[in-house]
């Protein structure tokens, strides 16, 4: 059985006084959470003080981006050294907005799955088609497409490798897949990592659903062969975030 794993992405959203705020609350709420792993994905910003606040807790700490190169002249960019030294776990890579608002290629997203591995990062690698792709029935060449480009001369396995599908046009839009929609997408991603690494870790990788989740629609997409969630909105609230959390605890 796959353990569940929860995801906060929180974006460009908190200040390091709304990051304590929320840590405080979260680890209050989430005291009886035991089966489930929760991650925290703040600002750069806030990483400081959210490692401060959850060194206490088994809450883990994400980044939401990182660059492939250890250091060098590369203004603005945070390299996986740097996310390491900050306490980080996790790093989302190859979230939509990150192709589709700042260009980044099938190319530099298997750079940094690459670098996130070798130096013990666990990526967590967004794929997922466009409202475009999926009526001109392409949604399924598409993701396939992503995790072949994405996942290229890459060694994983169960321990170092999540996989959180998104459909891109229910991202912040308040419209999520169904949970079928859902459903088939883990088959054909599974399928998928069983084909570019037949030595067997495909079934134990956890598949986490993204895009408008909440806790009144994550229940539905549990039982299409998700382990989770990676989540957006929902995760910017302590309360609200805990009801995903707990769910996936009591499933």
């Known amino acids: ?63 939401q981006d990182m660059h492939w190169e250890d250091k060098g002249a590369y203004t603005g960019e945070v390299s996986p050294l740097q996310l390491i030294d900050a306490g980080c776990r996790y790093v989302i890579i190859g979230h939509s907005e990150r192709r589709h608002l700042r260009g980044e290629t099938e190319e530099m997203i298997n750079k940094k799955i690459t670098a996130a591995v070798a130096h013990d990062l666990i990526p ?37 490798l999540v996989i959180a599908y998104e459909p891109v046009w229910a991202i912040g839009t308040g419209v999520n897949a169904s949970g079928r929609d859902a459903g088939e997408m883990a088959a054909l991603i599974r399928s998928c990592l069983g084909k570019l690494n037949p030595s067997g870790p495909a079934p134990k990788i956890p598949l986490l659903y993204g895009g408008s989740v909440k806790a009144d629609n994550f229940a539905e ?3 299409e062969d998700m382990n989770g969630a990676l989540v957006g909105g929902a995760s910017l609230q302590a309360d609200s975030f805990f009801e995903i959390v707990r769910l996936s605890e009591d499933a």
């Open 124 to 160: 967590v690698l967004c794929v997922g088609e466009t409202l475009q792709e999926r009526e001109a029935g392409r949604a399924g060449h598409v993701v396939a497409l992503q995790l072949e480009k994405g996942l290229q001369n890459i060694n994983f396995s169960a321990g170092n």
């Open 221 to 223: 997409f549990l039982q």
């Open 1 to 63: 059985m796959i353990p569940s794993l929860i995801i906060a992405n929180w974006k460009m959203h908190k200040t390091i006084k709304e990051t304590e705020a929320f840590c405080r609350d979260f680890i209050v709420l989430s005291r009886g959470i035991h089966k489930t792993t929760v991650v925290i994905c703040p600002p750069f910003t806030a990483l400081a003080a959210a490692r401060a606040c959850l060194e206490s807790s088994n809450i883990q700490l994400g980044a």
